[in-house]
């Protein structure tokens, strides 16, 4: 089976949804086999979000990151990585459908950083490489 990384941001913890994103995770059939409630730190970000580093939102989404304690969710299931995407649906909050998380509990706050309450690993490489940035000591 696979293993995907899936984050709750900032806005998702300090609104108390960390147990309701976790529910629809395991309502699916997934399963979280390492979580973890830590605040991130520039360096763990810097490579986290290494594809983003220079880009226009860069700042305010590590300012954003670093707002608050994250869930991470290492989660296990049969094509968990393109699933749990599927489950968040689309990073803009505007444009999520209703009854993905971030169709049925984001929206577009006007800010700079899209606060879209989650990230989940978007292939097996991505997977892999997030996995060991957040649980460095996690083994299958
Ligand atoms: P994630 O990697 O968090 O699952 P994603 O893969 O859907 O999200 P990415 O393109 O990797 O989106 O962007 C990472 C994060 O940066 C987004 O989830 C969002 O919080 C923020 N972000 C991305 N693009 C923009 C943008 N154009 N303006 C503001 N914030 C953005």
């Known amino acids: 089976t696979e293993t995907t990384l899936i984050l709750v941001k900032p806005d998702g913890v300090k609104r108390g949804l960390s147990g309701e994103i976790l529910r629809?995770?395991?309502?699916?059939?997934?399963?979280?086999?390492a979580v973890e409630l830590r605040t991130a730190t520039p360096e763990l970000l810097a490579e986290h979000y290494a594809e983003h580093v220079g880009k226009p939102f860069y700042e305010p989404l590590v300012e954003f990151m670093l707002s608050g304690p994250t869930l991470a969710i290492?989660?296990?299931?049969?094509?968990?990585i393109p699933g749990f995407r599927s489950l968040a649906g689309a990073t803009n909050p505007?444009?999520?459908?209703?009854?993905t998380i971030r169709g049925d509990l984001a929206r577009d706050w006007g800010l700079k950083v899209m606060?879209?309450?989650?990230?989940?690993?978007?292939?097996?490489?991505?997977?892999?490489?997030?996995?060991?940035?957040?649980?460095?000591?996690?083994?299958?």
Do not use: C, M
């Not at 290492?74 to 968990?80: D, I, N, R, Y």
């Not at 505007?94 to 009854?99: L, N």
């Open 24 to 33: 629809r995770v395991e309502a699916k059939g997934y399963v979280p086999v």
């Open 74 to 80: 290492v989660a296990e299931g049969q094509g968990v």
């Open 94 to 99: 505007t444009e999520a459908a209703p009854g």
């Open 115 to 140: 606060q879209n309450l989650v990230h989940g690993s978007d292939s097996e490489e991505s997977a892999a490489r997030e996995i060991a940035i957040w649980f460095p000591a996690f083994q299958r």
